[in-house]
């Protein structure tokens, strides 16, 4: 397992290439945004922003999907304030929110005086599906990933909305599987690398009614056309960087995880607002050697403000630790003891990254 010569990402993460130089995609498209011009992309955003407003009428002009977070609350800031549209925030429920992503979402809605529909899935369904997705997939975030993007485009349908303004194309911006290019539309944001190939379908038993399925279900890309509903990434329009983001929002009352940083994290801001997060991410580190610290201070390095050298140090020290904040949350939200954790933990633990030394795991390719 190599790692990025000029960031600290390893070769090990589905979709990152190493170039002749030992780049990353990653790093090289952080070059290549340096040299776009980014006044001409505003321009384009402003296109899609007017004909919203002319298709909509009296109803809303764009939806932005929200959590209370940094990045889309700036969403909401830009398409609400900057752009002048009607807006309809859409917000998938955390079933275990944080004290900061109450207040967050809370003083988002009263900052930006918006509108907001908040979708609560049934917690029976939720629950059984986070879990199979876990003990079978090692990522009970899956379940999270689909209903937001299926439920959001759902609800434009539901209110004929012509716009959503979702916020940066993940494979592009931080490299992976699906992208390799910026593009403005988002319309099949459900084949992105958190969905992958797979559906709702593909986790329905005799336990679970398809009648529970709805914002699960992404609608037939047929019927968001002929209903000419636009769905775009605004990281293609505004250079995006959650950092910058945090900056303007704090001004505006965003509140940082009190307690510091998680376990884990370089940042005290980032993804703080429920408690049923942190596990999926750490099983990156499982899986492909790395989690939250790496691509925490990746992006800081892509946006020079982290050397490589101090990104080191931080990876390697943060890296080792567990998510313990809310493990046991975690283990009764979904009715799961310990060892049946720590049996699926086995269960996908890439021996490839991984060995055994003294009874202890450690990593082959230490990062340096």
């Given at each position: ?54 298709l909509s009428g009296q109803k809303y002009d764009c939806i932005v999907p929200v959590s209370g977070g940094k990045d889309s609350w700036f969403q909401t800031l830009i398409m609400a304030k900057e752009l002048g549209l009607k807006v309809l ?219 490589r050298e101090k990104a080191v140090e931080i990876v390697n020290n943060l890296s080792k630790q567990f998510p313990e904040e809310y493990f046991k949350d975690f283990l009764n939200f979904h009715m799961i003891t310990e060892e049946q954790f ?27």
């Amino acid at each position: 397992m190599k790692y990025c010569k000029t960031c600290v990402m390893p070769e090990s993460k589905p979709g990152i290439v190493l170039d002749e130089l030992g780049r990353c995609n990653a790093c090289v498209t952080s070059i290549e945004k340096k040299k776009v011009d980014w006044e001409n992309r505003w321009n384009e955003l402003k296109l899609f922003s007017e004909n919203a407003k002319r298709l909509s009428g009296q109803k809303y002009d764009c939806i932005v999907p929200v959590s209370g977070g940094k990045d889309s609350w700036f969403q909401t800031l830009i398409m609400a304030k900057e752009l002048g549209l009607k807006v309809l925030c859409v917000s998938l429920g955390a079933h275990m929110p944080t004290e900061e992503g109450i207040f967050n979402l809370n003083k988002m809605i009263d900052d930006l005086d918006i509108d907001i529909i908040k979708i609560m899935l049934k917690p029976s369904s939720y629950r059984k599906i986070r879990k199979k997705c876990f003990l079978k997939q090692g990522e009970p975030n899956w379940a999270e990933h689909c209903a937001m993007f299926s439920c959001v485009l759902n609800v434009a349908l539901l209110y004929e909305v012509p716009l959503i303004a979702w916020g940066e194309d993940i494979a592009y911006e931080f490299g992976g599987l699906q992208t390799n290019k910026s593009t403005p539309s988002a319309i099949t944001i459900n084949k992105n690398d958190l969905i992958k190939s797979k559906s709702i379908q593909d986790w329905l038993d005799n336990d679970i009614s398809p009648r529970d399925t709805f914002f699960y279900t992404y609608p037939d890309y047929e019927k968001l056309e002929k209903a000419n509903i636009k769905s775009i990434y605004l990281g293609h329009f505004i250079p995006w960087y959650g950092r910058r983001h945090y900056d303007i929002v704090k001004k505006r009352g965003f509140l940082e995880r009190k307690k510091g940083p998680l376990s884990g994290n370089h940042l005290d801001y980032d993804n703080i607002d429920e408690k049923l997060c942190e596990i999926n991410i750490w099983f990156k580190y499982i899986k492909f050697g790395f989690w939250r610290s790496t691509d925490q201070c990746c992006y800081d390095i892509w946006n020079d403000h982290l050397t490589r050298e101090k990104a080191v140090e931080i990876v390697n020290n943060l890296s080792k630790q567990f998510p313990e904040e809310y493990f046991k949350d975690f283990l009764n939200f979904h009715m799961i003891t310990e060892e049946q954790f720590w049996e699926t933990v086995e269960k996908f633990r890439n021996q490839d990254v991984w060995e055994e030394v003294k009874g202890e795991w450690v990593l082959k390719f230490p990062l340096t």
